[in-house]
């Protein structure tokens, strides 16, 4: 009874809102791209469970009482299953410690989960907690798990974010999920699927990050005309705030199953267009000639700073040689 109560609240409830203003500070467009050749994580060795696809990395700010740097929670496939691992660096770059920490299913509870979990999580720090939202399921919906040393994680026991009702926009399921933290409450951009199997991006809000209600208008980003590199589908978006917008990396299908990241622009967090100036991020090395996906990002300084998914196999998910590399968009202030 207790599952069947928090699946239930999960459906989701639905309102009217838009994000507190955007930051004036920082990098706005027109922006340019910056990459580093080679993959900073490649695939694991035969046999490890990274060892076919290394992609959807979602990074933060790690720190214990012994250092600092960057924590990586990213999804590892050894060819049958997807996993949650972790790593971490002290400059973003150099990645060591490599575990896998989630895996699908292990408790009644978590049976929701089926054999699918954690690809395209989302990771930030909340006070001396770090939530991570991951996809799994069939149909696809949204968890939590949560942490305070990366190393044990507590699952909630049901979704938080579930599909919509017959003939909505997110009917067959939703994954994808970015959060964002904004003013005092927590927003999740993520994709949705319909029952024509259309993948367009949509937002949620929340207070504590497990009780969610979505956007009364969703979807906010329809898909691109035809023959445009996101015609197929919308995914995997990453959203911060400077120079007076929001801005939206997400990753476009094309009908040949290229995968190329677009940029959006929004002066509300809510209504979005597309940045038609924008040259799109596509990859230039053989590892990543096919896909480039599952944008993280960081403002910085010198610009935002974006890790990425790369492979050179032109799929929509799985086998695709993953590994993730990571480049700078650097914008005028």
């Excluded at 994954?175 to 999740?188: E, F, K, N, T, W």
């Excluded at 924008?278 to 000639?289: A, H, T």
């Amino acid at each position: 009874m207790l599952i069947l109560a928090l699946l239930s609240t999960a459906c989701g409830r639905y309102a009217d809102f838009t994000l507190p203003p955007p930051d004036a500070a920082g990098p706005r467009a027109p922006f340019s791209w910056s990459v580093s050749p080679d993959p900073v994580m490649p695939r694991g060795a035969p046999g490890e469970w990274d060892s076919s696809d290394v992609l959807n990395p979602s990074v933060v700010k790690f720190a214990d009482n012994s250092k600092d740097g960057y924590l990586n929670l990213y999804s590892g496939f050894d060819g049958h299953t997807w996993h949650t691992g972790t790593a971490t660096s002290s400059d973003g770059v150099h990645w060591e410690n490599r575990h896998p920490v989630l895996s699908p299913g292990g408790s009644p509870s978590e049976s929701w989960e089926g054999k699918y979990i954690a690809a395209n999580g989302t990771a930030l720090v909340q006070g001396a907690e770090i939530f991570y939202w991951y996809q799994a399921g069939d149909p696809v919906a949204i968890g939590l798990a949560r942490s305070t040393d990366a190393v044990t994680w507590k699952k909630n026991p049901g979704p938080v974010l579930t599909g919509g009702p017959r003939g909505s926009w997110d009917e067959r399921g939703v994954a994808d999920p970015y959060v964002l933290r904004a003013g005092s409450r927590l927003y999740m951009f993520y994709l949705g699927t319909d029952r024509a199997r259309r993948q367009r991006l949509g937002i949620a809000r929340s207070a504590d990050g497990v009780r969610w209600e979505k956007l009364r208008s969703n979807p906010i980003l329809e898909l691109g005309d035809s023959g445009s590199f996101d015609e197929v589908g919308l995914g995997e978006p990453a959203v911060w705030s400077s120079g007076g917008s929001y801005w939206m990396l997400y990753t476009g299908r094309d009908r040949g199953e290229r995968r190329r990241i677009g940029l959006a622009k929004s002066a509300d967090g809510v209504h979005w267009e597309r940045e038609s100036s924008f040259p799109l991020i596509q990859g230039d090395q053989k590892w990543d000639s096919r896909v480039m996906c599952d944008p993280a990002i960081e403002l910085t300084p010198d610009g935002v700073r974006v890790w990425f998914g790369g492979g050179d196999v032109a799929r929509p998910d799985e086998h695709i040689d993953g590994q993730i590399g990571v480049g700078m968009l650097r914008g005028s202030r």
